[in-house]
């Protein structure tokens, strides 16, 4: 998996429009896949005697959750700048991608407890019927599909929330993984295969939920961006006409987008007018070029 900061846009910045609708369309596709997963999952759990299937349609029900919390903070994160948000409202996608850091976070500890329990307190295999197996493997490859699907959208798009929402869906397939290997054992009568799947998936989903956590978290404590999208940065101002060397640049993170704070160095004998020109062409290079929604500009003569 490629880490969300290392997600650079090379192209000119994407219609927010664009990206708006591009991210509601596949998170309504993925509530339309969480919803008939869901029905179909307790229901057959139902049927073929299989605890497991339920909770796993139940865990699908919970993914439906994040699919609106991502579809809320895809409508607001797209609004302009107000007087009380004056560099917008993408912040919005950092605190969903919070959000579902914790989710899976939580999901992967859950699971964690509930393996240990049961490598424990062992219980007896139940009865269960063969169409459960069939529905989980079912499962998993309809969860697997939405988890490609999303991603792929989400990269197209450059956004980390839509990232993690994709993740959060892999983390479903992982669960499903888990009840179609505990079907398989308790058809076999070793039920122990479980509770130790469910151990491994549920270390690797704890691992992507704190990864999540950690990065969201990060940036809104305006972390830095990355070394490289630094100097992408400092390369775009210096191809800038009349700029003599730019120092003491800061970045942080606004959502997907950059604010950015430099020193650009011009001509001791310009005028006031000639350096504030080329602060501003400096400035509008980077926001037409890079993901940058705001240069703050200081002019020192050399």
């Not at 302009?80 to 991608?97: K, P």
């Not at 699971?111 to 007896?124: D, R, S, T, Y």
């Not at 704190?210 to 990060?218: C, G, T, V, Y």
Request: aromatic share 4%; with cysteine.
């Amino acid at each position: 998996m490629e880490p969300i900061e290392s997600l650079l846009i090379e192209n000119p910045e994407l219609d927010s429009v664009a990206k708006q609708k591009a991210g509601r369309n596949s998170t309504l596709v993925s509530v339309l896949v969480n919803l008939g997963l869901t029905l179909s999952q307790v229901t057959a759990g139902v049927l073929a005697g299989s605890q497991g299937l339920i909770a796993d349609g139940i865990h699908s029900l919970t993914d439906l959750v994040a699919d609106f919390v991502v579809l809320f903070a895809n409508h607001h994160s797209s609004k302009d700048a107000d007087e009380d948000h004056h560099y917008g409202h993408q912040r919005y996608e950092t605190a969903a991608s919070l959000f579902l850091g914790v989710s899976l976070l939580v999901v992967g500890l859950g699971m964690l407890w509930a393996a240990g329990n049961k490598i424990i307190n062992p219980v007896a295999a139940g009865q269960i019927q063969i169409l459960a197996l069939y529905v989980a493997l079912g499962a998993l490859a309809a969860k697997e599909l939405l988890f490609r699907y999303m991603l792929a959208v989400a990269e197209r798009v450059r956004s980390s929330m839509l990232v993690a929402n994709a993740w959060h869906a892999r983390s479903d397939a992982a669960s499903s993984l888990v009840v179609s290997v505990g079907i398989v054992g308790a058809l076999l009568g070793y039920p122990i295969l479980d509770s130790v799947g469910a151990l491994v998936v549920g270390l690797m989903i704890t691992k992507t939920g704190w990864s999540f956590s950690w990065d969201a978290l990060n940036d809104l404590m305006d972390r830095a961006v990355s070394s490289e999208e630094h100097q992408k940065i400092i390369d775009t101002i210096m191809t800038t006409e009349g700029v003599k060397g730019c120092h003491d640049l800061r970045t942080r993170k606004m959502g997907d987008m950059i604010l950015a704070d430099v020193h650009i160095e011009v001509d001791k004998n310009a005028t006031v007018q000639v350096g504030h020109d080329i602060a501003f062409a400096a400035a509008k290079k980077v926001t037409d070029t890079l993901p940058v929604l705001n240069v703050m500009t200081h002019v020192d003569p050399v």
